[in-house]
């Protein structure tokens, strides 16, 4: 593992951002997420300073990826209880079966569409804790996080969000943060940081149209929208597809007129504020060739380490990416009118006219 983990994505899939700003709103639940979310995150750092001595990250790899769900039983224990592994019958418990499944639906995904073996294209396995939860005494946690070489989910409040495992894209997006540890460990903050966050909403989203057999015409293009619960201000975390729209406290822009530079204190310097500009612009690759044809350009494009180092912005993932369909359009694995697709599209966002960033 490089030097970088100290920058790595630990942010849980519900942005704090988003959680202040429902804090501020008097949102009792929000405020209660937020304790816990910074208690977590302060468990995953320590756990990754000792994960040496831990033996923490030696998840085991043979080639081929099993899948291991574990029980936390209400507390912030990893690997607490084995309620089901690869080849068992379903277990007693609903939500163990269903992360069993999406677990194995994307690396299904990634095996049958991207070529990839398992998180870390080796065939890892695949450890999955349900019912985390920070403080038993309370209500489920409204989050889910990756923490290394694991997912944990957490159950949900059942008001503002609810069960965090039943939903595909949340562990398709999990899981895309994995894959970007191990193929360019993009740093978590600002522009890399929100290509780090995009990366993973164009994977969540890809499994996630996969599963449910939609298209790019047919499916919402939104995040997060099977996880938020009645005292959620709208309809969804964020929108691909039309950025700022998901809900009352969405206020991702789609173009980079509206860029700032955050401070590294407001979401990391804005990983999810702007992770939806590049997200508007795969989009609309993805209404032109297909989403799955899209995501596997991005895939392509992300293993161009010269291009997407840890610190790239937005203009090289263009470049990068522009680099990777020249390629695939000539080895006749995608279409050729898939050039004029990505830049029109980074166009459309304002990207392709940064002469610098």
Not at 240 to 251: Q, R
Not at 278 to 304: C, R, S
Request: glycine content about 8%.
């Amino acid at each position: 593992m490089s030097e970088h983990h100290n920058h790595e994505h630990k942010d849980g899939f519900i942005p704090k951002y988003l959680l202040e700003k429902l804090a501020e709103r008097g949102n009792e639940d929000a405020r209660r997420t937020l304790v816990q979310t910074e208690k977590i995150e302060k468990k995953i750092e320590k756990i990754k300073k000792n994960r040496t001595e831990s033996n923490f990250f030696l998840a085991n790899v043979s080639g081929e990826s099993k899948r291991f769900i574990y029980n936390s039983e209400n507390t912030p224990n990893f690997k607490r209880k084995l309620e089901r592994k690869e080849g068992d019958l379903p277990a007693q418990d609903e939500v163990v079966n269903i992360a069993y499944d999406f677990c194995g639906k994307t690396l299904d995904y990634f095996n049958n569409k991207l070529d990839r073996n398992s998180i870390d294209g080796q065939g890892m396995d695949v450890i999955c804790n349900v019912h985390f939860n920070d403080d038993p005494s309370e209500k489920g946690l409204n989050n889910a996080f990756w923490v290394g070489d694991q997912l944990a989910l957490g159950d949900g409040d059942g008001r503002t969000f609810i069960n965090l495992a039943r939903s595909i894209d949340v562990v398709a997006h999990e899981f895309a943060h994995g894959v970007t540890q191990y193929v360019n460990e993009l740093i978590y903050e600002r522009q890399s940081g929100a290509l780090n966050e995009h990366f993973s909403d164009v994977i969540g989203t890809a499994v996630q149209q996969y599963v449910k057999g939609q298209n790019a015409q047919t499916a919402d293009w939104l995040i997060g929208d099977e996880i938020v619960g009645p005292a959620w201000p709208g309809k969804a975390l964020r929108s691909m597809k039309a950025p700022g729209t998901a809900s009352e406290i969405d206020d991702q822009p789609d173009h980079m007129r509206d860029y700032k530079n955050l401070p590294l204190s407001k979401d990391n310097g804005g990983v999810h504020i702007y992770s939806g500009i590049p997200n508007k612009a795969f989009f609309h690759v993805a209404m032109d060739i297909g989403t799955d044809a899209a995501a596997f350009l991005w895939y392509t494009a992300w293993h161009d380490r010269e291009i997407i180092h840890p610190r790239a912005t937005f203009l090289e993932a263009f470049k990068a990416i522009l680099k990777a369909v020249e390629t695939l359009v000539e080895k006749g694995k995608l279409p050729a009118k898939t050039i004029d697709s990505v830049k029109s599209a980074f166009e459309e966002v304002g990207i392709t006219s940064l002469v610098h960033v």
